[in-house]
């Protein structure tokens, strides 16, 4: 059987002596985040595996103001990457390759501090990563405010895979506690991979926050959500290990 | 193409578990969102409160920075004061929330204060050179800078794939809700609802909104010295449906009767540039994309004729430019 090495050359375009954490998982830091209640996080390579064989896509995560990035902030981001594979493995889409980009504070020309939704467009217009992953950019110092509630993130419902299309071209984020993050970066990406908002389910994931039961446990997705997610531009099928 | 947002609102907290939780770290949210929550809020120590965090040398720039936007949103005088203290703090991201602060303010001593900020390098200079572009046209001065259009770079329009921008008069409810929640935010320019157009780009409609000055003061009103002409702007696609300032637009005369345009983002960043040439009663004028990653080839072409602007055509591409990669991360 093809090990797990070739495999991930192969089906992810990992180098050949990859780290399980750092590029396979796609944490950024190389090791697990830690969970904000103190739980114990652990991961599986089999899981990760099996998930691949299966729907999936590719990610590129790109740090806006990212020599404003502290461990903690960073801590967010993984923890991030953690629950969008746990969350979306309810519906059988997996989560690939994810690679880490930065845009310093001098390159983001003002947007690491995005304060209007138009600034959040141009985010995604202002760099883009020539592969099939779907841009995520997380900008340090999110502010877009609308009436009376608060911005977590922003990103087209349906997102083009043609990077140089009008409009916006990747989703965005900002970093408000692990908790809040990691359920506005899955949420986000739920609208690029085609998902709209079910406001009246506040149990389900695209349920805004600002309705949710809970920020931590209003995940759950539909099949008929799931089939949507699948059948996204971005999606690739079943990269199976040789036998 | 729809775009959604996660919403958090300020709602379910109040102004005393927000402020637990911004300056004692107890609670359930975050600092940084509980302080974004915060500023929701209507309470009478906000000034305070907000100037504390600025101040503070030992808080996080992130905090400090958002404190000097909120007390910018309050057009108070005491957040004022507390700005014009705040634009002696040494960090730099704070000091950037200071300048959006002032900007938002709009005064003249905010343009001052502003002013003073310009020289320094970086991140901090730039902000506030930008913003002291647009304050110094606001109030009619020259001598911050140049809108520089002869030298920025035009990308050219593929006229083969260009599709037309539909441009009609804009609805007068739009109008009416745009300058009653825009108003505040461009003081002391007066924007006027009649002439208002309406125009649909990349699936998302534009109000152009233009100064009172255009309809009242004539040709002379560009001709005569640096001015906003106006702004555009749209509603968010999200569920408060907020009024956004997309674009402002600069005008600066030249010799020989031309006028300098540059149609600027939010945050200052030259997105279209062109010209304006005056004969006895009008001006014809014609704008284009600046060159840049990621932009969209725009042109537009038009008259004002000393009460109102007409356009006669405008025109985009249907892609963008392609944009740079960033670095990749180190571990």
Redesign the interface.
């Known amino acids: 059987m093809e090990s797990i090495r070739d495999w991930g050359q192969r089906c992810l375009g990992l180098p050949r002596n990859f780290s399980v954490l750092?590029d396979f998982f796609g944490f950024?830091?190389?090791k697990l985040p830690t969970d904000p209640t103190g739980a114990p996080v652990r991961v599986s390579l089999t899981r990760q595996v099996q998930r691949l064989t299966g729907f999936s896509f590719n990610l590129n995560v790109?740090?806006v103001g990212?020599d404003?990035f502290t461990d903690a902030d960073r801590n967010e981001v993984d923890y991030s990457i953690l629950r969008i594979r746990n969350i979306y493995d309810q519906v059988e889409v997996g989560v690939g390759r994810i690679?880490?980009?930065?845009?310093t504070?001098?390159?983001a020309?003002?947007?690491d501090?995005p304060?209007?939704?138009?600034?959040?467009?141009?985010m995604t217009?202002?760099?883009?990563?020539?592969n099939d992953g779907i841009d995520m950019f997380v900008a340090?110092?999110f502010?877009v405010?609308?009436?009376?509630?608060?911005?977590?993130?922003?990103?087209?419902?349906?997102?083009?895979c043609?990077?140089?299309?009008?409009?916006?071209?990747g989703a965005t984020?900002g970093?408000?506690?692990?908790e809040?993050t990691s359920?506005?970066f899955t949420?986000?990406l739920g609208?690029y991979l085609g998902l709209?908002?079910e406001n009246d389910t506040p149990d389900n994931l695209m349920c805004?926050?600002?309705k949710a039961n809970s920020i931590r446990n209003s995940i759950l997705l539909t099949a008929s959500q799931g089939s949507t997610m699948k059948r996204h531009c971005s999606m690739t099928y079943r990269c199976l290990r040789v036998e | 193409?729809?775009?959604?947002?996660?919403?958090?609102?300020?709602?379910p907290y109040s102004v005393d578990d927000l402020r637990a939780m911004v300056f004692d770290n107890q609670g359930p949210?975050?600092r940084?969102?509980a302080l974004?929550?915060l500023?929701?809020k209507s309470y009478d120590a906000k000034v305070p409160d907000l100037e504390r965090l600025l101040m503070d040398d030992s808080e996080a720039?992130?905090l400090r920075?958002?404190a000097a936007?909120l007390l910018g949103e309050m057009k108070d005088p005491a957040a004022e004061d507390a700005l014009e203290r705040g634009a002696e703090v040494s960090d730099e991201?704070a000091l950037?929330?200071v300048i959006?602060g002032l900007s938002s303010l709009g005064s003249v001593r905010a343009m001052q204060r502003i002013e003073a900020l310009r020289q320094r390098r970086?991140?901090v200079g730039?902000?506030a050179q930008?913003a002291a572009l647009v304050l110094a046209h606001r109030y009619g001065k020259s001598g911050v800078e140049p809108l520089s259009v002869a030298t920025r770079n035009r990308l050219s329009l593929d006229h083969d794939r260009a599709i037309p921008i539909e441009v009609r008069p804009a609805r007068a409810k739009d109008v009416a809700s745009a300058l009653a929640a825009l108003a505040p935010a461009v003081a002391p320019l007066s924007l006027a609802a009649d002439g208002a157009l309406s125009f649909v780009c990349?699936?998302?409609r534009f109000l152009l909104l233009f100064a009172e000055h255009l309809a009242s003061d004539g040709i002379e009103s560009i001709a005569s010295h640096p001015t906003q002409a106006g702004v555009v702007c749209?509603r968010?696609?999200?569920?408060?449906?907020?009024w956004?300032?997309?674009y402002h637009i600069l005008t600066e005369p030249q010799e020989d009767g031309v006028v300098d345009i540059l149609v600027t983002?939010?945050?200052?960043?030259a997105e279209l540039a062109g010209k304006a040439r005056i004969s006895t009663d009008q001006a014809e004028f014609e704008l284009w994309t600046v060159e840049g990653?990621?932009?969209?080839a725009v042109e537009v072409r038009g008259v004002y004729d000393g009460k109102t602007v007409a356009i006669s055509d405008a025109r985009s591409d249907?892609?963008?430019?392609?944009?740079?990669?960033?670095?990749?991360?180190?571990?």
Do not use: C
């Open positions: 750092g950024r830091r190389g790109i740090e990212s404003q690679q880490h980009w930065d845009v504070t001098q390159e020309n003002g947007l501090t304060t209007t939704t138009n600034n959040l467009e141009q217009n202002l760099r883009s990563i020539g340090h110092n502010s405010v609308s009436q009376g509630s608060i911005v977590a993130g922003m990103a087209p419902e349906g997102g083009p043609d990077k140089n299309a009008k409009g916006m071209n984020v970093l408000f506690g692990s809040q359920r506005s949420h986000e609208h709209g908002h805004q926050s600002s | 193409m729809n775009n959604d947002s996660d919403l958090i609102s300020a709602d949210l975050a940084p969102l974004a929550l500023g929701r720039p992130r920075s958002e936007r991201l950037r929330g959006e970086g991140p730039e902000a930008a990349e699936g998302r749209a968010q696609q999200l569920e408060g449906r907020a956004e300032i997309w983002t939010s945050q200052y960043r990653p990621g932009v969209l249907l892609r963008r430019q392609p944009s740079p990669e960033p670095s990749p991360a180190k571990r």
